[in-house]
């Protein structure tokens, strides 16, 4: 799974969350980065945040999606209905706020990348 | 006097009242620049809390899910001491989440980027969903709870994120200056004025109470009856400013009926549906 995020202090506490579940995660701080690390291996799972140094996560989903990149979930700091209504207007399968509470985290990661209904 | 004279005496005054207009004219040229400034910095002190309440949130959900994933043994089982602690950390990070949220709400009111977003939904869900949240709480501190909720009350069409968001922070003030063993009540209504139906909310409690010269002053933005550090009661003093906020967006009204010592009882209304 690919996960966009301009923070390594965020970027940190994910990847040791998901990889103490069996996750392969790959980090990207940028949309650049995310397009090219997502273009070369395309991930099951790309979790985005929306506001990245060089623009709005959402852009991603169009050309990594075209890039074989399958599910995308939004990661955002709002919790706000149109913040919401423009990820999933946008093609995110859900959007979550920070922080997502670890073990709800990992159980909807099971869900979209297993199709593994345990949310814990 | 002769007419000759009579003229040059007007002309005079006329020059002298010239004299005043411009003088009126460059205090209020000077006003208007002086206003100017004032709301340049305020629009600055605006964006900066937006700005640094943003930034605060990453470090701490950095902190909380750290401690989520110690509290719930993804790396491995804690000892109950050591469990304890991490809880500490979760809450402290949790409470604090809440409190830069909450300036970063006030930034948006304050720079009018709020908007409503209604959808038709059901006050008694909210109100349960509200209650449920606050169970916790309300048992730490022995606090009863008494839901009273108009039966024939209709779905309304309003921001039910804003909305619960108001009806949460009443609540949580009710239970933050009600000692123990006292009294926090929820009503709901419907009432009409002139001609439009309204919902009306009541959050009351046999707490602290407020004096009525301070019923203006709880709505001001970063007001708190007590301001001083060794306050009992900490907060960023701007819920009940957000929750007027949140209410007027609704076209509503917000108010407190309270005598310190005897409780309070505070009110709001909303238009069942937004106004055509």
């Known amino acids: 799974m690919l996960l966009v995020e301009d923070s390594a202090l965020v970027t940190d506490a994910l990847r040791i969350l998901l990889e ?49 990149c399958r599910t995308f979930v939004a990661l955002t700091g709002h919790d706000d209905a149109s913040t919401a209504a423009r990820c999933r ?27 593994v209904n345990d949310v814990a | ?32 620049i002086e206003i100017a400034e004032l709301r340049a910095r305020d629009g600055l002190k605006t964006q900066f809390l937006a700005n640094i309440s943003h930034d605060l949130r990453t470090p701490l959900t950095a902190v909380i899910t750290h401690a989520e994933i110690l509290r719930d043994g993804i790396l491995g089982d804690l000892t109950p001491r050591q469990m304890e602690s991490v809880r500490g950390i979760i809450s402290g990070g949790r409470q604090l989440l809440n409190q830069v949220g909450e300036i970063l709400t006030y930034a948006r009111g304050a720079a009018n980027q709020l908007t409503l977003v209604p959808t038709g939904f059901s006050v008694r869900d909210v109100l349960e969903q509200v209650s449920t949240l606050n169970e916790p709480l309300l048992k730490k501190k022995k606090l009863s709870l008494d839901v009273e909720i108009d039966p024939g009350l209709p779905p309304i069409i309003a921001d039910r994120e804003k909305i619960t968001h108001v009806i949460a922070n009443l609540i949580g003030n009710a239970i933050d200056f009600t000692p123990a063993h006292g009294r926090v009540w929820l009503r709901t209504a419907r009432v009409t004025d002139k001609g439009v139906t309204l919902l009306l909310v009541e959050v009351g409690d046999t707490g602290v109470g407020i004096a009525p010269e301070h019923h203006d002053l709880i709505f001001r933005e970063f007001a708190q009856v007590d301001s001083t550090a060794s306050r009992p009661h900490h907060g960023t003093g701007l819920g009940l400013t957000i929750a007027r906020r949140l209410v007027e967006l609704h076209g509503g009204k917000i108010w407190v009926e309270s005598e310190l010592g005897t409780g309070s009882r505070f009110f709001f209304t909303i238009p069942v549906e937004p106004p055509a």
């Open chain 2, 1 to 32: 006097m002769s007419r000759l004279e009579h003229a040059a005496e007007r002309m005079s005054s006329l020059e002298a009242s010239d004299g005043r207009v411009v003088a009126v004219e460059a205090q209020l040229k000077q006003a208007l």
């Open chain 1, 89 to 115: 207007a946008a093609g995110c399968a859900d959007v979550l706020v920070k922080p997502v509470p670890a073990r709800e985290l990992i159980g909807k990661v099971a869900q979209w990348v297993d199709g």
């Open chain 1, 20 to 68: 103490a579940s069996n996750r392969r995660v790959s980090v990207a701080a940028s949309i650049a980065d995310a397009l090219t690390v997502g273009g070369t291996d395309p991930a099951a799972l790309v979790l985005v945040d929306l506001t990245l140094p060089d623009g709005d996560g959402l852009a991603l989903i169009e050309p990594l999606r075209a890039a074989g």
